[in-house]
């Protein structure tokens, strides 16, 4: 059993950064990719970044490249998204997410999620 739990969301103006952490508990965190997701309120869920095992490879949805950083430290069992340079639109629910198929936005292991709000 997998769970995941985030942190570091909050209120921030326009420009700033945040940076977002999702621990995980379980054998597996180490083995496997890892992804953010997030959802703006009447949206549908959005793939942020994601990072495979190593954290060699990395991808970003066009609408974060350039600011957002994802990250992980398989010793301490963490994933973390470094956001800068946020806009309005970056506005949603932030999650971690493990297994994820971007095609269906599923995955094998949710967390709750964390608030961000960017005000203008």
């Known amino acids: 059993q997998v769970t995941l739990v985030e942190s570091g969301g909050g209120l921030v103006q326009a420009g700033g950064s945040l940076r977002l952490s999702c621990a995980a508990s379980?054998?597996?965190?180490?083995?496997?990719?890892m992804a953010w997701i997030r959802q703006a309120q009447g949206k549908e869920h959005e793939f942020v970044a994601d990072?495979?095992?190593?954290?060699?490879?990395?991808h970003y949805a066009d609408s974060v490249n350039g600011r957002f950083t994802i990250s992980r430290d398989n010793a301490k069992n963490t994933l973390y998204l470094q956001m800068n340079s946020l806009k309005p639109e970056d506005t949603a629910v932030y999650y971690c997410?493990?297994?994820?198929?971007?095609?269906?936005?599923?995955?094998?292991?949710w967390g709750q999620g964390t608030q961000v709000t960017v005000s203008s």
């Open positions: 379980g054998r597996t965190f180490g083995s496997s990719a």
């Open positions: 990072i495979n095992w190593s954290g060699g490879i990395t």
């Open positions: 997410a493990q297994g994820l198929l971007i095609a269906t936005m599923s995955a094998n292991y």
